[in-house]
């Protein structure tokens, strides 16, 4: 007679899956990554074939100091996430050592040093950003023209040797096919005192809602935000309390005087807003985890981010907003416990 | 009918695991094979330990009261079948432990024989007392799965009104089908040992809960129902979701209410009893039968045969699982008693089958990861749980050893029904590191009260120390004071003993001569104590005091 002794119970278990979950996030990403390089080129390849290297091979460096096991942790494919997350939220076409560099720092500094998966207090793509957004501005403001304002695109050839080597075909000056943001180019305008409706008059930054090009990266950011939430790999508190709030405080301030202040189809199809309601507030490690903290915490997101854009010093604030709330969510989560069925409401912890 | 008119509510939370209750819930329930030794544990039950009225070599008859119910809260045993009682021993129990506990050994003689039982005419004439005692003499518990002695729950005490009695038909446990098959085939015997339960309660209204994955047995208690004109009886289909079967979570969906923390149904007017105790509630008032087998399902995909059997206690699982094909010796199985959610793991199949095991689960062996993933708090747990309890903090708390924390964080609100484990994209067992916080505690506690008893008597024994002490160095100094004053006095004390000794000596002697003459003529005295020894003796002791 042979009885297997197993653990206690329960003896079965649903299909979820840790390394399905980060999968899924990637798969979601997929509509994002093919209409950036259907608008704006190779540039989006580079950053990914060097973002997933350098976050990879952070991770596996961290482990082995560490001493855990390396491959079973590399497949839970988080550190994967990161890099698709940074590859996305960084210039095109940026220098090697600036990818690896944000790399480290999202790997090494915010997610290992803390001990790794579910320990870590801030989102890494975000601090990875920050670190790069504060130490090299000039490199984080070079965004690529789209391809129909750019007169020579690269090749793969010509644009991996601008990543690695600095090189560019002659007769090609960087700065010819960069361009400002179009979020950056508003704030510099608003603050010559050009009206809204004289700013958007420029038809090669923006489009129909937001920016040019960057609209429709946006909406396929938002498909596979979508298809998450149906996936039921997020929930609908982060992403809805995040964008709804936006939308409220910019309409509010549009409605006060809509030369001054952008409309918020404006400010939820510009910037990183649908990136950070579905994609970067959502990660459950860093955020709130009970239902009602997570409406606070995409609620203050939401504030945060409209705060910054238009008086903080930064074109974009949803990095700076996300890193905020990380701060609070522990704080959050305290005081937005459930009540535990069978006690009186209002019954706080000891 | 009344199929739904009612109002339902929600519990928060629970999970949709897979029911495979097509595997057993389609033959009818057999008859198991009297085994030939049967293994009768004192302890099925919630409560105080049995007491074995039996000695080995005995002869006893089906249905004999063979171990005495002991105190308030306990639950007699009696023989599954006649034949022979052989020993009194330990033997495994099914219990998380895996120890072994005493059990009176039982060879059965196949003949079956019943003793003579009491039936009473008309059951519903009996008050309330009388059904309470018959239920009690019968060694009924609840069958559900906890193993409540029935008869206290229905003595609700003289002040306290039961609004509501519901039945729990919900089964909600993946694989298992007693129940459906109990409410299918035996719905008459359970709808009148319902209305026996509830003329001891007096309850106003009854409700049977059942989850609407089971309509065979639904339209069975409907149909069952049509013959009970006047009842009072309704028939609830509740959703499909585990764990509706919890008590806490029935109660909930069908009356909305909430069974307060630390409290119990009957807190809030209810009284919770399972289809099969009602069943069997049934069998003991009107047939006087006492509880000695139950239907037990019999499923998994280790088992070629699945299905449900009446079985006696005290079968052992291995013939059990035998009758219904399988071949757990040839190869590994894991053997669960229960369901696969919260079913106890069986480490030993020649366990006895008891009154509180309402399915045998056997499956093969499946390969579990030795690390799981770290917590990534996404929350699912949260949000399965019917308790509406935090598991990721709870987790945390309980893997650091803060158990104060892991209370504040409400551990003992935790039924352990396996929602959270079920949902986890880590797969971390979170119900086992539950059990090891609560078990942590509990011993701590006992440490705690064992710690205290102890100091308490050390404490105790210092001062008791301390004051003989203090008496000794009294003495001492009374002693001391008495030699100083005799010293003064001028006489040497050791002189003045030895005169003294010198006198009571000549004294004897002179006695001694005179009885001895005395004897001469009078030979029939009776004979006196020396007068001396006495005396001897006290100086004796005295001379040792100092």
Known sequence: MIPHQPLSSPHQHGSAALDRVMIAVSIALIPAFITHFTLFGWGIITNLLITIPAALGSEALALWLRRRPILPTLADNSALVTALLLALILPPLSPWWLLVTGAVAAILFAKQIYGGLGYNPFNPAMVGFVVLLISFPIEMTSWQAPLVNSDHPLTIIAALNWVLFGELPPGILFDSMTMATPLDHLKTELSLHHTISEVRTDGTIFGVVAGASWEWINLAILAGGLWLLQQRVIRWHVPVALLGTLALISTLFYLINPEIYADPLFHLGGGGAVLGAFFIATDPVSGATSPKGRLIFGAGAGLLIYLIRVWGGFPDGVAFAVLLMNMAAPTIDHYTQPRVAGHQRGEMHR | ?546
């Open chain 2, 1 to 546: 009918m009344k199929l739904n008119s009612r109002k339902l509510w929600n519990f928060k939370g629970g999970v949709h695991p897979e029911g495979h209750k097509s595997l057993s819930n389609s033959s009818a329930i057999k008859d198991a094979k009297i085994p030939s030794v049967l293994v009768l544990p004192l302890q099925q039950h919630i409560g105080a330990v049995a007491n074995p009225l039996v000695v080995p070599g005995q002869r006893v008859l089906k249905g004999e009261l063979i171990a005495q119910g002991e105190g308030m809260v306990s639950a007699s045993l009696h023989a599954p079948t006649s034949g022979t009682i052989t020993a009194i021993e330990e033997r495994p129990i099914p219990h998380p432990s895996g120890l072994m506990d005493l059990c009176i050994i039982l060879e059965s003689d196949q003949e079956d024989r019943w003793c003579s039982l009491n039936p009473i005419e008309d059951p519903l004439q009996l008050d309330a007392d009388a059904i309470r005692e018959a239920i009690r003499a019968a060694g009924i518990v609840g069958l559900g799965g906890a193993g409540f002695p029935a008869h206290v729950k229905l003595n609700p005490g003289a002040h306290t009104e039961v609004d509501t009695l519901i039945i729990n038909g919900a089964e909600c446990e993946p694989y298992i089908t007693c129940d459906d098959r109990l409410m299918r085939e035996r719905a008459e015997s359970i709808l009148c040992g319902i209305e026996i339960m509830a003329r001891a309660i007096s309850a106003h209204h009854i409700l049977i809960g059942v989850e609407d994955n089971k309509p065979e047995a639904i339209a069975a208690l409907n149909r069952a129902l049509q013959h009970h004109k006047q009842s009072r009886i309704e028939i609830v289909t509740v959703p499909t979701l585990y764990p509706t079967g919890g008590e806490r979570q029935l109660i909930k969906v069908l009356t909305g209410k909430e069974v307060p923390t630390q409290g119990i149904p009957l807190d809030i007017g209810i009284v919770c009893h399972n289809v099969a105790t009602a069943a069997r509630v049934e069998q003991a008032v009107v047939h006087g039968r006492p509880l000695i087998s139950r239907v037990v399902t019999v499923s998994g995909e280790a088992i070629p045969r699945p299905g449900n059997y009446e079985v006696l206690f005290g079968t052992p699982m291995a013939d059990l699982i035998a009758e219904a094909g399988g071949t757990i010796d040839q190869q590994p199985a894991t053997i669960i008693m229960g369901g696969p959610m919260m079913g106890l793991p069986v480490t030993d199949s020649a366990t006895p089958v008891t009154k509180t095991c309402n399915c045998l689960l056997i499956q093969p062996v499946q390969p579990r990861p030795t690390l799981h993933q770290p917590c990534i708090r996404c929350g699912e747990c949260a949000i399965s749980c019917p308790a509406q309890l935090q598991p990721q903090q709870l987790y945390w708390h309980a893997r650091a050893k803060e158990f104060d924390k892991v209370q504040d964080e409400h551990l003992f609100d935790c039924i352990e029904c396996g929602c959270c484990s079920w949902v986890c994209p880590s797969q971390i067992p979170l119900v086992h590191y539950f059990r090891f916080a609560k078990a942590e505690i509990w011993s701590q506690e006992r440490e705690k009260a064992a710690a205290d008893i102890a100091r308490e008597r050390h404490e105790f024994r210092q001062l008791r120390i301390e004051r003989e002490k203090a008496e000794r160095a009294e003495l001492m100094k009374r002693k001391k004071a008495a030699l100083a004053k005799k010293k003064k006095s001028g006489v040497s004390g050791s002189k003045e003993s030895i005169a003294a000794a010198v006198e009571r000596t000549k004294a004897k002697k002179a006695a001694l001569a005179a009885k001895e003459a005395k004897a001469a003529t009078e030979p029939s005295a009776p004979p006196t104590p020396p007068p001396d020894a006495t005396e001897n003796r006290t100086d004796e002791g005295e001379q040792r005091e100092i």
